[in-house]
């Protein structure tokens, strides 16, 4: 039976491709682990205990904008230059990011390099837990890390902040699409961060970023992931802006958009960690 996943090195990769490139020398492949709490799970500590060959670890918490005190805010570039630099990943380099839960906080990466200008990129369909119930090799040992040269171009198209957000809410000038659980957009449910309203940005249609995944952590196919975003109601020939809790699993909205070929999005990085934050906001709910 032939699989109908296209293999794409700007937006997602297999693990059949990953092991068959591995050994090439100017393939970065970055472990970008991150969970809520209520998980219980240690990304750094998993990482040492076991990762793909030569993965350097990414630390979405520590590369990000401390000036901010929203949670992990994309990174100034020169942080991100100075960050990528020690771990020796640079211009030239094709990079594959994954993560321990399928496919998750590695979209969130893969949006960051591409808001720096870097476009070969991509994520590993099924992350960590696939390429491990395959039988692929793993490691404990941290990779030897050479300095290596990067330039970036911040491309601030990709990026909303609050008040872009608010005026394309009340305009209606661009679809804004939460990718949270149905019952935290609605409002039924509360938010994992204390002090948070309930409920969703005005006008904003709710793609939960497990309906286009399946259960083994792989994304659906571009037609299944098209027919996800029409049945919630999202104009695809709107320009798009994701949303989350805190500007992680939008950017799997981020990715699904781009594997269907729409190239106008942008991602809310405050997030409803931001916008449920102000009372001066509006907030939808049901």
């Keep these: 039976m032939t699989s109908a996943f296209t293999d794409d090195p700007k937006t997602l990769v297999s693990t059949g491709w990953l092991a068959a490139h591995l050994r090439d020398p100017d393939l970065r492949v970055l472990d970008a682990s991150w969970y809520l709490p209520a998980a219980g ?22 590369i990000s904008d401390h000036r ?30 994954y993560d321990g839960s399928g496919l998750f906080s590695a979209a969130r990466v893969w949006w960051t390099f591409r808001l720096m200008g870097k476009l070969d990129v991509a994520v590993l369909d099924g992350g960590f837990p696939k390429w491990q119930a395959e039988g692929h090799p793993v490691e404990d040992m941290p990779p030897v890390l050479r300095d290596r040269h990067i330039t970036v171009q911040r491309l601030a198209g990709l990026v909303k902040d609050v ?25 039924e449910a509360p938010e994992p961060r204390a002090g948070l309203r309930s409920g969703h940005i005005p006008g904003a249609r709710n793609v939960p970023y497990a309906s286009l995944l399946h259960a083994d952590g792989t994304m659906k196919a571009p037609d299944a992931l098209r027919a996800v975003f029409i049945e919630a109601g999202v104009d695809l020939a709107k320009p798009a802006i994701t949303t989350c809790g805190s500007g992680v699993s939008a950017a799997i909205l981020s990715l699904a958009l781009e594997r269907i070929g729409h190239r106008n999005h942008a991602l809310y990085d405050g997030s409803w960690a931001e916008w449920g934050m102000y009372d001066d906001l509006k907030v939808a709910k049901g």
């Design 163 to 187: 008040t872009q957000v608010a005026h394309a809410s009340k305009l209606g000038e661009a679809e804004i699409i939460d990718a949270r659980p149905a019952a935290r957009f609605r409002g």
């Design 41 to 62: 799970r240690d990304a750094k500590a998993e990482y040492a205990t076991a990762h793909i060959p030569g993965a350097r670890f990414f630390d979405i918490d520590e």
């Design 68 to 97: 901010s005190t929203l949670p992990h805010m994309a990174p100034p570039p020169e942080k991100f230059i100075s960050r990528m630099r020690a771990m020796g990943v640079g211009d030239g380099h094709q990079v594959v990011v």
